[in-house]
């Protein structure tokens, strides 16, 4: 197998944490995980994003995925350049309560059969995709996750999980 389609198969992790804080007092801790199964997908594919949370504050909290295109247009050699960032689509998870030790959830996620392919390595432009996680408690910045992922022409299988 080719190592870049490897890597395409690879699964994605990543986690963020803080405390929110209201003048001089402070909150329990606000942690998220996220992972998704692999890093290649297809346009039309939907991409399920595996959330764990922990809201120690006495807020509730919002889960929100996103996917976001960024294009990069470049000019004299890639001396100048100008980026433009949309995003494609977005989901809303199931509200979290206040005080939870321990939440876990599914998020999916579907990006637009009309997303182009990836484009990198070229003189004028580069097509890059994100999956950005967030986690939002009203009165706090969002804690967020990002996931760089690749557009695929062809079906990209994830690595069997590790426990069959």
Not at 72 to 95: A, E, P
Request: hydrophobic share 35%.
């Amino acid at each position: 197998m080719h190592a870049n389609a490897v890597s395409l198969q690879a699964p994605l992790s990543g986690s963020n944490s803080m405390t929110v804080c209201c003048l001089w007092c402070t909150s329990g801790p606000i942690e998220m995980t996220a992972s998704i199964e692999k890093k290649g997908f297809m346009p039309g594919e939907t991409v399920k994003i595996i959330c764990e949370f922990v809201n120690g504050s006495s807020r509730t909290a919002t889960p929100k995925v996103s996917l976001q295109q960024k294009q990069i247009f470049y000019t004299h050699n890639k001396n100048h350049r100008r980026m433009h960032v949309k995003k494609l689509t977005s989901s809303t998870g199931q509200l979290v309560s206040e005080r939870i030790s321990d939440r876990r959830t599914v998020i999916k996620l579907t990006i637009p059969s009309s997303a182009s392919l990836t484009i990198s390595n070229c003189s004028i432009i580069d097509v890059e995709y994100l999956i950005e996680v967030s986690f939002s408690v009203r009165g706090s910045p969002d804690l967020d996750v990002l996931f760089p992922i690749i557009m695929c022409d062809s079906p990209v299988d994830a690595y069997p999980p590790s426990y069959l």
